[in-house]
């Protein structure tokens, strides 16, 4: 007995039709293309970097796609906080060498962790260390007023406001004493 073996109908895509019928909103800090049902996967993510998570990065049709829509006067995606990475980066930020996913340094406040393909993990500190004095940089207090502001008690980063009650004005680190044998405050 011979057995029959059934193959699936194959569709020809219209690829121009299903680039024009995707509908493309921005989550989070990227862009999520939905080709349809005739298209697997069906839902791409798009990075502010031009690349797509699927397995064509920069060479899929959904990065085309959000090309055009962007370029139609699309919603853009927001930035990313200070020094929060929404995606593992393509190459190192400190070497330039390939980078790759690292679940266990990932987390909410900072984003996804990754490794450098060089050094494993030590270019991932060496940037975090980076960010965290960059941040260091773009603040002026040591310690931050302390102020009432709308029936609440907090720390006043952005400095106080002709309605905020004092109650400590705050230490600027400019105002700190550098010279002398406590000058490693600094």
């Given amino acids: 007995m011979k057995s029959q073996i059934s193959s699936p109908e194959v569709k020809t895509l219209d690829l121009n039709r299903i680039l024009k019928e995707a509908v493309i909103r921005v989550s989070g800090y990227h862009y999520v293309v939905d080709f349809g049902p005739d298209v697997r996967p069906q839902s791409h993510y798009v990075t502010k970097e031009r690349r797509c998570t699927c397995g064509r990065g920069a060479d899929c049709s959904a990065v085309s796609a959000v090309a055009d829509y962007l370029r139609k006067g699309g919603e853009r995606a927001p930035e990313p906080p200070h020094g929060f990475y929404p995606y593992a980066p393509e190459k190192c930020p400190v070497c330039g060498a390939p980078a790759y996913f690292e679940p266990k340094f990932s987390s909410q ?77 600094e």
């Fill in 109 to 185: 406040r900072r984003g996804a962790g990754w490794g450098c393909s060089q050094t494993g993990w030590k270019h991932y500190f060496r940037d975090r260390a980076r960010i965290i004095k960059e941040a260091l940089d773009m603040n002026p207090w040591r310690f931050p007023p302390v102020v009432i502001r709308d029936g609440q008690q907090l720390n006043a980063w952005d400095g106080t406001l002709p309605t905020d009650t004092v109650l400590y004005p705050g230490l600027l680190r400019a105002d700190l004493v550098t010279d002398g044998p406590i000058g490693y405050l």
